[in-house]
């Protein structure tokens, strides 16, 4: 039986084929228009039709209350400053390369709620829905949302499909169980989402890490192999050798992602199973040659790489362009602690042991793989023998030339010696590599690390460049600098004077840059002051 076809219907098809290859049926519109006029006067009326036809539907039960949020309230001046960030008023950029002299809001947000999560402020009622579509929109501000929004915002992302995100992606500000009541974390664990359970667990694990244990253990062998690698991550805060017999547990789990984490983690206990598995892989593999009456490091990388290896977390098969020996030599000698090779390479510091030559042009793959390992093993030692001096031009450093892998090396430093070793870099090398280095730097930089970006932006303009081959470096003094230095850089903001060899134009460029950066500096001192509670 077929359906009969409704004025409506009708009204659609001329309406998607055209009028003038499906006629509108009769009686549509005034009989003096037009065929396309009377088709949109006649979809006006039978849409109010439809609309006046339609019954009511069942109301659905109410929402559960939002949970009450202890925390104190934002100053008013605050919660005003929040909505203009949120509202994104920033001056348009005027065109041609040029930004304008007013701050850039939407990258001061990340900054501000940093600052409001530090004075243990509860998020504004009627914020909240923007908040979390600026998180949405931007995955870098999810965790500092979720934890300024707090259990309202769980709440509240529950009722809106859009912000699912808030639901698996953190604690989410959700209130969890005392870590010491065994039937309501049970519970929780039991029935909670994901974001919950990794909050959970997390909160356990610093309370009493051999109960984490316990809890993941307990349903690690129905959980999603997805989940399962969460969790396992979430193992590394407060790694101790007490985790070893889960992990080595996991080396045989079904998911190749697990695996790897699993054979990662025990490789960062120098003390594990695994650990001391790997180092007599590696020493095999890499010795001291005293032939010919000149010591260097010799190598000689793995034939094959065996079931055992492969359970250990060495990967078999290499990527593109790689070839396979290489690449099963870095991966033991990634995974082997550090602590042995003294020992085994003629009882040298680290830093005699980078400069020794190595054979057969195995140098950098050798010391490449020795950049991870102290990533991964958090060796400060062995990080500063292999960034070598700042001083140093980057191409001949003793350890790596890449500045990703510096970066990383120097993210294992603490603060003040990871930014005096930028400081002397930029001093010595200017800007040009210094991006990715400055990106690990602690917040708001250091005086010395503050005035060496300053000056070599100040040398980059008098030379005559244009700012944008900056604006990088730009972008992060205006978050990065101390707000204190905005009074020291109102001298730059003057537009100077043109010699014959620079670029047209350029003064005036750079004038606008340092406008910008002073006056965000000084927002920056605003937006922290409003943030302060006053004292009752």
Not at 51 to 79: I, M, N, S, V
Not at 398 to 404: H, I, K, V, W
Request: glycine share 10%; hydrophobic share 40%; with cysteine.
């Amino acid at each position: 039986m077929t359906g009969t076809v409704t004025p409506w219907e009708e009204l659609v098809t001329s309406a998607l084929l055209g009028t003038d290859r499906r006629t509108p049926p009769r009686g549509v519109g005034a009989p003096d228009k037009e065929a396309p006029t009377a088709l949109l006067d006649a979809a006006a009326l039978h849409t109010v039709r439809r609309r006046a036809g339609l019954l009511p539907g069942r109301a659905a039960a109410r929402p559960e209350p939002a949970p009450h949020d202890p925390r104190p309230a934002l100053p008013a001046a605050a919660r005003r400053r929040l909505a203009q960030l949120l509202a994104d008023r920033s001056a348009p950029s005027s065109g041609g390369g040029r930004r304008g002299t007013a701050p850039d809001l939407t990258e001061l947000l990340p900054q501000w709620l940093t600052a409001a999560g530090s004075h243990g402020y509860r998020a504004p009622a009627t914020l909240l829905p923007a908040l979390l579509d600026a998180a949405r929109a931007r995955t870098d501000l999810r965790p500092q949302t979720l934890s300024f929004a707090g259990p309202r915002g769980t709440w509240l992302a529950r009722l809106n499909p859009e912000w699912k995100f808030a639901l698996r992606g953190g604690a989410g500000g959700s209130v969890l169980p005392d870590p010491t009541d065994d039937e309501a974390v049970r519970r929780l664990w039991e029935e909670g989402l994901f974001a919950e359970r990794v909050a959970l667990l997390t909160a356990v694990r610093a309370h009493d890490p051999e109960a984490a244990r316990a809890l993941l253990g307990s349903t690690w062998c129905t959980e999603r192999a997805e989940d399962r690698l969460m969790f396992l991550d979430s193992l590394r805060t407060g790694l101790s050798g007490a985790d070893e017999p889960f992990l080595e547990a996991a080396l045989s789990d079904r998911s190749r992602n697990v695996r790897a984490t699993a054979a990662e983690l025990l490789s960062a206990l120098p003390e594990s199973a695994l650990a001391a598995r790997m180092s007599g892989r590696a020493a095999s593999c890499v010795g001291l040659d005293r032939t010919d009456g000149c010591e260097r490091i010799a190598v000689e990388a793995p034939h094959e790489c065996d079931t055992e290896m492969q359970r250990d977390g060495v990967v078999p098969k290499a990527p593109a362009g790689r070839g396979e020996r290489s690449w099963w030599l870095g991966q033991l000698v990634e995974a082997a602690p550090l602590g042995g090779w003294p020992g085994r390479l003629g009882a040298r510091t680290p830093r005699e042991i980078v400069a020794l030559p190595v054979a057969d042009g195995w140098g950098d793959e050798l010391h490449a793989a020795w950049c991870r390992a102290a990533v991964r093993q958090r060796d400060a030692e062995w990080s500063r023998a292999l960034l070598g001096s700042p001083a140093a031009p980057p191409e001949s450093g003793p350890g790596t030339t890449s500045l990703a892998e510096r970066a990383e090396l120097l993210a294992t430093l603490d603060p003040d010696e990871r930014s005096g070793w930028v400081a002397e870099f930029i001093a010595a090398h200017g800007l040009s590599e210094a991006f990715q280095l400055l990106g690990v730097c602690p917040v708001p930089w250091a005086g010395p690390l503050g005035r060496a970006v300053v000056d070599a932006l100040e040398i980059a303009r008098d030379a005559g460049s244009y700012p944008w081959s900056f604006s990088g470096v730009m972008g992060l003094a205006e978050r990065c600098l101390d707000p204190a230095e905005a009074t020291r850089l109102e001298v730059l903001t003057a537009i100077p004077a043109e010699a014959e060899d620079t670029s047209p134009g350029a003064g005036g460029y750079w004038s606008e840059a340092f406008q910008r950066l002073v006056g965000t500096l000084r927002l920056r001192a605003t937006m922290l002051a409003e943030l302060t509670p006053r004292p009752h």
